[in-house]
């Protein structure tokens, strides 16, 4: 508990943010007896951190400009509640210099760095110039002209691969890689058009790409009173489109020189600039030779934040906190000790066997191993919706050695279930056991050149195993069941074996036979009144009993994408039609752009043909399977569309 004479101790604290970092704040707060606020989107109106703040109030629609995003509707809410701090999370407007300055200007604790920090940080531009400044060495790279022609001769110049990133925000978004020149302009559009998506900047760097690059961090602590802290690495190079998947502290495998050199110059950049709360200084490390450039500074909360608390012992919102409530930081820490090591994978709603695309539905089930720190946005019956980012989860795990705590993660993966909906578990799971991950030879270019295989499972095996966990526990209500005395309910109720249909998560619909009987001990079920999901060779697997018109409804939707038409692959929001009718593509060429958990997706024609009809606006909101484009004739590839 705050001291009676400390800030903290009447603080009530608005968490603008939500999901698992709204959580995550809030269960510190409450440790700490103060008052929370959680903010919310109508899409969250019921979600899990709405109900375990102190109280909560709506901000506005999905639209994130109106709600998440909207500066005047958070503040109108801290005044509505009589907040007295804001937390900012991360993402959203954790970065952004203009909020901070409002929080601060309406007599609020802003719980983060100086709007100042922000702002030179803020640009990816302006901190490469200030830690060059500072001697901290920066990757060749060019940002004096956003003419495209200029940014095309500066790439030559550099020589070719490139890589084009936005100068502003961060998560892995506006980047794009040119490995030739003819490459150049194409990937220039993608990273200004995603970076304006995501950040309203669409301004971007170009710089040489590293061919073995590691991504490596320290994490900085700050107070108010002018003393920096560094508290270690951490190791994140286990990326999709530049987004981590894994990451763990600290950082595994490195020279001792370029250990010392990251930690030393990443506290000098946070004295230079007079940090005084919780940031990240992330660093390119070539595996070739230890050397590391700066690659930019997040100033807010990091998501894999959880792996430097396992082994330093201490809470970093709570330090956010006394910070920016005037407090000095413990002495102790100039001096803190990494003790053991820990993992953290992100649990996302989305399918790596169809190149990661996002995933949404309804969260049937949840089991956490005992041992496992789990930060999570969901709870069984949380929706997941497209409006918002994939991740919906953090598995953490640590212990005395990096061997071990390895251990540690391939135990708790092995009995995660996250049922309902598609998850990238059974992907950690393939993952910690592949030679270069267990020997801490991990670059970002990994997954590009091992992209993870289908499951060793498929999905009719799994269906055998959920029909005979379903019946199990199902079986002695059958007589008496609504299902089993309708017409569309198919059963055989016999004592050898019993017909359902079961219907994957990925829409696909399997109809199984299958004996009752006992299941290998390995094989973990969770089972409710219709949804059934089990955990095979690292993967869950997850099913819903239909009834007939179901399984008919499902199939004509599935029968409907064939080679004359691009199809909606999830559900999302249209970004961008570049086609209109009667024009004429080519196999391959983008015919819609899509954007789906803050993500955008280009959608290629299956072959050459002519467009017959654009059957969606720029805006509009689409389904799984909701035709976007129909072709008057078929193109030469008979695969549907796919996403980048």
């Known amino acids: 508990m705050p001291e009676v004479d400390s800030p903290l101790a009447t603080m009530k604290l608005l968490v603008a943010n939500r999901g698992e970092i709204a959580r995550r704040v809030l269960r510190t707060a409450e440790r700490l007896g103060i008052k929370t606020v959680a903010v919310y989107a109508d899409p969250d109106a019921r979600a899990p951190f709405v109900s375990e703040a102190t109280e909560a109030i709506r901000i506005g629609p999905a639209e994130l400009a109106q709600s998440y995003l909207s500066i005047d509707a958070i503040l109108a809410a801290a005044a509505t509640t009589g907040a007295t701090a804001v937390h900012p999370g991360y993402g959203f407007l954790s970065e952004n210099a203009e909020f901070a300055r409002a929080v601060v200007d309406a007599g609020l604790i802003w719980v983060g760095p100086k709007p100042e920090a922000i702002d030179v940080m803020g640009l990816k531009t302006d901190a490469r110039r200030l830690a060059a400044e500072h001697g901290v060495p920066v990757i060749p790279g060019f940002d004096e002209s956003q003419d495209d022609d200029r940014l095309a001769v500066a790439a030559s110049e550099i020589g070719f691969p490139v890589l084009v990133k936005a100068s502003a925000g961060g998560g892995g978004r506006g980047i794009r890689i040119a490995h030739q020149p003819e490459q150049f302009l194409g990937a220039l559009h993608e990273a200004r058009s995603e970076a304006?998506?995501?950040?309203g900047n669409g301004d971007v760097i170009v710089e040489r790409y590293i061919t073995r690059p590691r991504h490596v961090e320290v994490q900085l602590m700050g107070d108010r009173h002018g003393s920096v802290v560094e508290l270690g690495t951490r190791e994140c190079s286990v990326q999709r489109r530049?987004?981590?998947?894994?990451?763990?502290?600290?950082?595994?495998?490195?020279?001792?020189?370029?250990?010392?050199?990251?930690?030393?110059?990443?506290?000098?950049?946070?004295?230079?600039?007079?940090?005084?709360?919780?940031?990240?200084?992330?660093?390119?490390?070539?595996?070739?030779?230890?050397?590391?450039?700066?690659?930019?500074?997040?100033?807010?909360?990091?998501?894999?934040?959880?792996?430097t608390e396992l082994v330093t012992g201490l809470d970093l919102v709570e330090l956010q906190l006394r910070s920016a409530a005037g407090e000095p930081l413990p002495p102790q820490l100039a001096d803190v000790e990494l003790t053991g090591h820990a993992f953290e994978a992100r649990i996302a709603a989305e399918d790596p066997a169809e190149g990661f695309t996002p995933q949404t539905g309804t969260v049937a089930h949840v089991r956490v191993p005992d041992g496992a720190r789990w930060d999570s946005a969901v709870v069984e019956g949380s929706v997941i919706s497209p409006h918002y980012d994939s991740m919906i989860a953090k598995l953490i795990v640590g212990s005395s050695d990096r061997a071990s705590a390895l251990a540690e993660l391939r135990a708790a993966l092995d009995g995660l279930i996250v049922g309902g909906v598609a998850t990238n578990t059974g992907f950690h799971r393939w993952l910690v056991d592949q030679p270069d991950f267990v020997q801490s030879r991990i670059t970002t270019?990994?997954?590009?050149?091992?992209?993870?295989?289908?499951?060793d499972v498929s999905p009719e095996a799994a269906a055998d195993v959920a029909a005979s966990a379903w019946l199990r526990q199902h079986r002695s209500h059958l007589a008496s069941d609504v299902w089993s005395r309708s017409v569309?309910?198919?059963?055989?109720p016999t004592e050898s074996s019993q017909l359902l249909f079961l219907r994957h998560h990925g829409g696909q619909v399997v109809e199984v036979k299958a004996a009752v009987r006992a299941r290998p001990a390995r094989d973990v079920s969770a089972v409710s009144e219709r949804a059934v999901?089990?955990?095979?060779?690292?993967?869950?697997?997850?099913?819903?009993?239909?009834?007939?018109?179901?399984?008919?409804?499902?199939?004509?939707?599935?029968?409907?994408?064939?080679?004359?038409?691009?199809v909606a692959p999830f559900p999302a929001v249209v970004a961008e039609l570049p086609v209109a009718a009667g024009d004429h593509v080519d196999g391959g060429q983008t015919v819609v752009v899509i954007e789906a958990m803050k993500m955008l997706h280009s959608l290629p024609a299956p072959g050459s043909g002519t467009i017959a009809q654009v059957a969606v606006a720029v805006g509009d909101q689409v389904e799984t399977g909701q035709l976007l484009v129909?072709?008057?004739?078929?193109?030469?590839s008979d695969e549907n569309a796919s996403t980048e």
């Open 533 to 566: 999901t089990v955990n095979l060779g690292g993967s869950n697997h997850s099913y819903e009993v239909l009834s007939r018109a179901e399984v008919w409804s499902v199939a004509a939707m599935s029968a409907e994408a064939d080679a004359s038409a691009v």
């Open 445 to 455: 270019r990994f997954l590009d050149d091992n992209p993870p295989p289908s499951p």
């Open 242 to 307: 530049y987004q981590k998947l894994v990451e763990e502290a600290p950082a595994p495998n490195l020279p001792d020189e370029t250990r010392r050199g990251l930690r030393e110059r990443a506290r000098r950049l946070g004295e230079a600039i007079g940090y005084d709360s919780a940031g990240t200084v992330e660093f390119i490390v070539d595996d070739t030779n230890g050397e590391f450039f700066f690659l930019e500074m997040n100033t807010r909360l990091q998501v894999e934040h959880p792996v």
């Open 196 to 199: 304006e998506r995501s950040f």
């Open 630 to 636: 129909k072709f008057a004739e078929s193109g030469s």
């Open 488 to 492: 569309d309910f198919r059963m055989t």
